[in-house]
């Protein structure tokens, strides 16, 4: 049964861009649906990340009708472009009925046919609840829409199952990719595997090892991207899918720590995805945080709570580069979570880390990767089982790294240097060249605006016929108003990480 809830959507209307494309459609005599993804997330009442339609028309007959469209695939889908300010909404794709026979690399069908109705296009559909199609129809001139559900899409929506349509080994052997879609599906909506479904993707598993890489880590970045990403990586290996995927991950499974850890390794870096996905980390800390431990069951030395994982960040850095690369991920997403795996591991206690130790820190990771580090440095230790991911002594490192980060004041800063001085000044390198660069500075940080060649060298040749007394005055001055400027700025830095 739908909820009231769901019912009461029954009434309401499709965007104008499906109902023009429908409407043109009919009246050239051709059915049309709207199905898939789209009509599964209007019954739950989500918006649809994208729309398609299903239709008896062939590809030739859709392009006719919809002269703004292009096709580029060999399952006759044509895109329209409906010129719309939703985005959602810019390209609608529009595929014949259509039948999959044979499936021998277990991804693309060997050939298709088209199919006589919606159906027959249904039945060829992964899941139920994403074989469901709707259509509008004029009944005492009003629009209402009709729901075709031959599965009980519907119902499986309200229990919240993923189920397989059919027979779940013959939708697997169809395209084995299909079973790590089971899992997304799980993950991003929180629903559970059907038994007979959840069954069949652990028997025939190994199916998956004939799907390419990318579309692997097309996947596995959805599942790693949602809220629950650690639900869905455990859902995975639970599965026997992880294996397929990282097995180097599985590795950890059951591996003890030590005394500064009450999770085993495979349940650390699944607590430390978690965090991550909880503050909704980017994918680059995310990946980090669930393989920042990758190669502690490799190097671990010793038992109980005296066991050691030395040099397992250095090479945890080497298998992360193998793994991502195995998945074809961008050589640019490679460098940057290997280089946070590489370096999660920094050492930092107030007082004991020079700010010149902190510089190495910031050249070797990366200035544009250090608020990156930190974060994987909280899922770090939140997946520790510690309850605060920053502590003072984190703080203190962002107030650090932000401090050796910034611009020094200097003379650096102005627009002309030493060699402006003596030329103009006639004079050979001394404190006066110094000094009058200091009291140029005291300008510049005064009234930004002043920072103009042209002022600066006439403020230089009035400089220069002062007394040596006179600038050395002005040269004091100038110092004593550099370091308040200095001492506000990093009165401000610690304020902002909260630091005393």
């Known amino acids: 049964m739908i909820s009231k809830q769901k019912q009461n959507w029954y009434g309401t209307r499709l965007p104008e861009e499906i109902r023009f494309i429908t409407q043109k459609l009919k009246e050239k005599g051709f059915k049309a649906h709207v199905v898939g993804g789209c009509v599964r997330d209007l019954l739950r009442g989500a918006e649809p990340e994208d729309w398609d339609v299903a239709t008896d028309a062939k ?25 719309s300010e939703n985005p959602r909404l810019k390209e609608i794709e529009i595929t014949p009925f259509r039948i999959d026979e044979k499936y021998t690399d277990k991804r693309h069908p060997d050939k298709i046919k088209w199919a006589k109705n919606i159906e027959e296009d249904l039945a060829r559909r992964d899941f139920t609840v994403n074989a469901i199609a709707i259509k509008q129809e004029m009944r005492d001139r009003r629009q209402e829409i009709k729901i075709i559900d031959p599965y ?35 993950t991003t909506l929180g629903f559970k595997i059907e038994t007979k479904t959840e069954k069949a993707i652990k028997t025939n598993s190994p199916w998956l090892q004939a799907i390419s890489k990318e579309r692997i880590r097309d996947e596995f970045l959805k599942i790693i991207m949602s809220e629950r990403a650690d639900e869905g990586v455990e859902f995975l290996r639970k599965l026997s899918l992880l294996k397929y995927i990282i097995p180097e991950l599985e590795e950890g499974y059951g591996v003890s720590q030590n005394k500064h850890h009450i999770y085993e390794c495979y349940q650390h870096s699944i607590m430390s995805l978690k965090y991550a996905a909880k503050k909704s980390f980017n994918k680059y800390v995310r990946l980090a945080a669930l393989l920042h431990d990758i190669a502690k069951p490799r190097v671990k030395e010793g038992r109980g709570q005296d066991a050691t994982f030395y040099n397992h960040e250095i090479v945890g850095a080497k298998m992360t580069v193998q793994i991502l690369s195995r998945l074809k991920f961008p050589k640019k997403d490679i460098e940057k979570i290997t280089k946070l795996v590489r370096y999660h591991l920094f050492y930092y206690n107030v007082d004991e880390v020079s700010e010149s130790s902190v510089r190495r820190l910031v050249r070797k990771a990366g200035p544009e990767s ?38 020094p004041i200097s003379v650096k800063m102005i627009k002309v240097n030493g060699e402006d001085v003596m030329k103009i000044l006639k ?26 060649k042209e002022f600066l060298e006439k403020e230089i040749k009035k400089l220069g016929k002062l007394s040596e007394e006179n600038l050395k005055s002005l040269d004091q001055k100038a110092r004593k108003a550099r370091e308040v400027i200095e001492t506000k700025r990093d009165e401000m830095t610690k304020k902002k990480y909260w630091v005393t």
Not at 62 to 67: A, D, S, T, V
Not at 382 to 403: F, M, N, T, W
Request: avoid cysteine; charged fraction near 30%; proline fraction near 5%.
């Open 59 to 83: 590809p030739e007959e859709i392009g006719n009708i919809f002269l703004r469209s292009f096709s580029n695939n060999k399952f006759g889908t044509v895109t329209v472009l409906t010129g």
């Open 152 to 186: 009980e899409g519907q119902k499986d929506l309200e229990d919240k199952i993923i189920r397989a349509v059919g027979k779940a080994k013959d939708r697997f052997n169809e395209d084995a990719l299909r079973m790590m879609r089971a899992v997304r599906f799980a």
């Open 370 to 407: 250090m608020e990156e580090l930190l974060q994987v440095r909280m899922a770090d230790r939140i997946g520790s089982g510690v309850p605060k991911a920053e502590p003072y002594k984190l703080r203190h490192l962002k107030y650090i790294i932000d401090k050796v980060s910034q611009d």
């Open 427 to 452: 004079i050979k390198p001394g404190p006066k060249v110094g000094q009058v660069l200091d009291i140029l500075l005291s300008y510049v940080l005064e009234s930004p605006n002043k920072n103009e």
